[in-house]
């Protein structure tokens, strides 16, 4: 159980008005599993109450971000029923989200700032494999583009800044670093996360009713393949997409 003390530092430090439409709760100012534990803990509770009127409530790092009908609520309005809406403190800062294991080929023309980021933390390629690929990532939120999951921590020795100057295309399943996280874009998009490897595994699907492979509480695990794995996996997701198409 948390002590007072706990209870104190993790409840909402502000309740920001943005624009006359949403409302941010703050829970702090880092990235912290504690904190995003909590965020977590509060988005679940906001929708359990299927207040009419809520269009969106969408959590981040350290805040949760509430989109509403200006027509249905004022801001003083709901400002007041989030004040008081009571949240059980998460016992720790693991979720009860699921563990996803992602299969990853790292390095060439996959992961072309692989030995960049090598020679920037004084490592060999393969311990820079080795160490991206021995931790439980939390994801932390979902953002930038449509499923793009943020993870971390990076070990220490991988802090590296984004690129100078963003790529103007980078492919779907590319994971990056950026500084202590790392990420998996699920589309082709702009980005200037360094890129260490790609999966084969789609992140975002347009149609369905659960569009994204990842949520926020979710654990991801990297595993490092084959080229040979990379090919055969590739070809059952793209069959697989096909038979849905049937």
Same mark, same amino acid.
């Given at each position: 159980?948390?002590?007072?003390?706990?209870?104190?530092?993790?409840?909402? %430090? %502000? $309740? $920001?008005?943005?624009?006359?439409?949403?409302?941010?709760?703050?829970?702090?100012?880092?990235?912290?599993?504690?904190?995003?534990? &909590?965020?977590?803990?509060?988005?679940?509770?906001?929708?359990?109450?299927?207040?009419?009127?809520?269009?969106?409530?969408?959590?981040?790092?350290?805040?949760?971000?509430?989109?509403?009908? /200006?027509?249905?609520?004022?801001?003083?309005?709901?400002?007041?029923? &989030?004040?008081?809406?009571?949240?059980?403190?998460?016992?720790?800062?693991? +979720?009860?989200?699921?563990?996803?294991?992602?299969?990853?080929?790292?390095?060439?023309?996959?992961?072309?700032?692989?030995?960049?980021?090598?020679?920037?933390?004084?490592?060999?390629? +393969?311990?820079? $494999?080795?160490?991206?690929?021995?931790?439980? #990532?939390?994801? #932390?939120?979902? !953002?930038? +583009?449509?499923?793009?999951?943020?993870? !971390?921590?990076?070990?220490?020795?991988?802090?590296?800044?984004?690129?100078?100057?963003?790529?103007?295309?980078?492919?779907?399943?590319?994971? @990056?670093?950026?500084?202590?996280?790392? @990420?998996? #874009?699920?589309?082709?998009?702009? @980005?200037?996360?360094?890129?260490?490897?790609?999966?084969?595994?789609?992140?975002?699907?347009?149609?369905?009713?659960?569009?994204?492979?990842?949520?926020?509480?979710?654990?991801?695990?990297? %595993? /490092? $393949?084959?080229?040979?794995?990379?090919?055969?996996?590739?070809?059952?997701?793209?069959?697989?997409?096909?038979?849905?198409?049937?």
């Amino acid at each position: 159980m948390p002590t007072s003390a706990q209870e104190e530092a993790l409840a909402p %430090r %502000r $309740i $920001i008005p943005m624009g006359d439409s949403a409302v941010t709760v703050e829970f702090g100012d880092s990235i912290d599993p504690t904190v995003n534990a &909590l965020v977590i803990s509060y988005t679940k509770k906001i929708r359990e109450q299927d207040w009419s009127g809520i269009v969106d409530v969408v959590p981040t790092f350290r805040s949760v971000t509430i989109h509403f009908d /200006p027509l249905q609520w004022d801001m003083a309005s709901l400002a007041d029923h &989030l004040r008081v809406l009571s949240c059980p403190c998460p016992s720790g800062t693991e +979720s009860s989200g699921t563990v996803h294991q992602i299969p990853v080929l790292y390095g060439g023309d996959y992961g072309p700032d692989l030995d960049e980021v090598a020679a920037w933390a004084g490592l060999e390629p +393969s311990t820079v $494999i080795r160490l991206h690929a021995s931790v439980q #990532y939390r994801v #932390y939120m979902i !953002g930038f +583009s449509p499923g793009f999951p943020y993870l !971390g921590l990076v070990p220490p020795q991988l802090t590296i800044p984004r690129l100078a100057t963003p790529r103007p295309r980078v492919p779907a399943g590319s994971v @990056g670093i950026a500084d202590r996280q790392t @990420g998996i #874009y699920p589309i082709a998009t702009p @980005g200037g996360w360094r890129l260490i490897g790609r999966t084969p595994i789609p992140l975002y699907h347009r149609k369905g009713s659960t569009p994204f492979l990842l949520k926020p509480g979710d654990q991801v695990l990297f %595993r /490092p $393949i084959t080229q040979d794995e990379f090919e055969r996996l590739s070809r059952e997701v793209t069959d697989e997409y096909h038979r849905s198409q049937q």
